[in-house]
């Protein structure tokens, strides 16, 4: 079974180009955000930082000793710990990013040089408050930069920076609730216009379907983008060309029925007249034979297997009746249609067709069993025989105009080639299919296969 992921219509494609590029987006950015994680130095320089030590130290100069511990033990945690202590906190080293650093923290809060001090050391979970950190929250040990600041009492007040890792946090949440929104709001303004932008195309499958099926002319007007509107205009006159070649051709075809019936009839009453017996019937036959190609030929140029208006009708009813006509003149021919069918169709060009393929199996065959079905919205209709048969090879040549074969096969039987080829034009006239397939033991099935409407 073959799933289709994308959507088929081109609102459905376009917005899942629009849903996939905003996946692929927050997806690459996540990915940045994993590998661009920021260092314990460049985390110690960031401006919020610069906050939290003035923050600290706003307090700090305000409070007494007790209240000053209860502010530690409060606002020490995971990611932003305190300690008092007697002395500035041992640190391993100093670099030239800590000096810095220092400086700027000093140059900021108005201290001396004496009043603040900066370093790195290495930080185990026992250190500060990391005791509150989640078990994968921080990979101990970590190396840290700890700001030791002088207190007006003489105490110090140490602080812990340390680089964070990243992880799912309030922040991203906020970020992406925000992203979703402005895309949902991005994405329905989009829509609209995809769907302005898509509506003349809707409106031209329409019409070429409608073109295409019974050749009805439908105007569509030009809107949308330039070349949607060309597109537009293209089909527009290519349907004008089309229904005035269909007009001068029905013209042509009437005055070739004219101009070559009036003719044939005046040969047959010359035929008549013919005194020797073997030879007015020869000539009689013979123009009976011209008569029946040039009338097969022109029904099926005329292509009515298009034109003819849809109707519902019994199409069981409507096969019988050809089946019934045929074997009033002799031949064997039954129809069985288990189950009213009454379905759309052309009726008269689906009639001639049917009684195309009877003739052909009573030609051959002898005999012809018709069967009317419709199973799972599809109309079938059957005729099935016993006859010689067509090789697989030649079940697409004979279906072509006046593709005849082999004269063996043939036997003198007569036809004009066209039969099968009339029998397509209307199956594809009704949006279906003209199927050949063998009859077992021997024989041949031709089954006209068409969607039920």
């Not at 511990?69 to 995971?78: H, K, L, W």
């Not at 949902?184 to 073109?211: D, N």
């Amino acid at each position: 079974m073959r799933v289709r992921l994308m959507p088929q219509n081109l609102e459905g494609r376009i917005l899942a180009i629009l849903v996939l590029s905003f996946g692929v987006l927050l997806g690459t950015l996540t990915v940045f955000e994993v590998l661009d994680q920021p260092g314990v130095v460049e985390v110690a320089e960031t401006d919020r930082t610069l906050r939290r030590f003035k923050r600290v130290n706003r307090w700090a100069s305000r409070l007494s000793e007790r209240r000053l511990r209860r502010f530690v033990d409060r606002f020490s945690g995971c990611h932003s710990g305190y300690t008092l202590s007697a002395a500035p906190y041992p640190v391993d080293r100093t670099s030239e990013d800590t000096e810095r650093l220092a400086g700027r923290l000093r140059t900021e809060l108005s201290l001396d040089t004496t009043d603040l001090r900066a370093g790195f050391a290495l930080l185990d979970r026992q250190d500060f408050s990391y005791s509150t950190c989640g078990p994968s929250e921080i990979n101990f040990p970590v190396e840290g930069i700890v700001v030791s600041l002088r207190l007006a009492e003489g105490r110090w007040l140490n602080a812990e920076i340390h680089p964070h890792p990243w992880a799912w946090d309030a922040d991203m949440t906020s970020w992406l609730v925000r992203s979703g929104t402005a895309f949902l709001i991005v994405g329905g303004i989009a829509l609209v216009f995809i769907r302005q932008i898509s509506k003349p195309l809707r409106q031209l499958t329409r019409a070429a379907r409608s073109f295409g099926t019974g050749l009805k002319v439908a105007e569509v007007s030009e809107s949308g983008p330039p070349d949607v509107r060309q597109a537009v205009r293209s089909f527009n006159a290519m349907q004008r060309q089309i229904t005035a070649e269909m007009a001068r051709r029905d013209q042509t075809l009437a005055a070739i029925s004219h101009d070559v019936r009036t003719p044939l009839t005046a040969l047959r009453l010359k035929a008549e007249l013919i005194g020797d017996d073997a030879v007015r019937a020869d000539l009689i036959a013979s123009v009976d034979k011209m008569e029946g190609i040039t009338a097969s030929a022109l029904a099926f140029l005329k292509g009515e297997s298009r034109t003819e208006p849809m109707r519902r009708v019994d199409i069981g009813a409507l096969v019988d009746s050809e089946c019934t006509d045929i074997a009033e003149m002799g031949a064997r021919v039954t129809c069985r249609c288990p189950h009213p069918v009454r379905q759309g169709c052309r009726p008269d060009a689906l009639a001639r067709a049917v009684r195309n393929l009877v003739e052909n199996a009573v030609k051959y065959a002898g005999s012809a069993e018709v069967t009317v079905t419709c199973v799972d919205g599809t109309v079938d209709i059957a005729v099935a025989d016993s006859g010689p048969g067509i090789s697989a090879e030649d079940r697409q040549r004979v279906v072509q105009p006046f593709e005849r074969l082999s004269p063996a096969r043939e036997s003198g039987l007569g036809g004009h080639g066209l039969g099968l080829a009339i029998a397509m034009a209307v199956a594809e006239g009704h949006d279906g299919t003209l199927r050949l397939a063998a009859n077992t033991p021997t024989g041949l099935i031709a089954a006209i296969r068409f969607p039920a409407v």
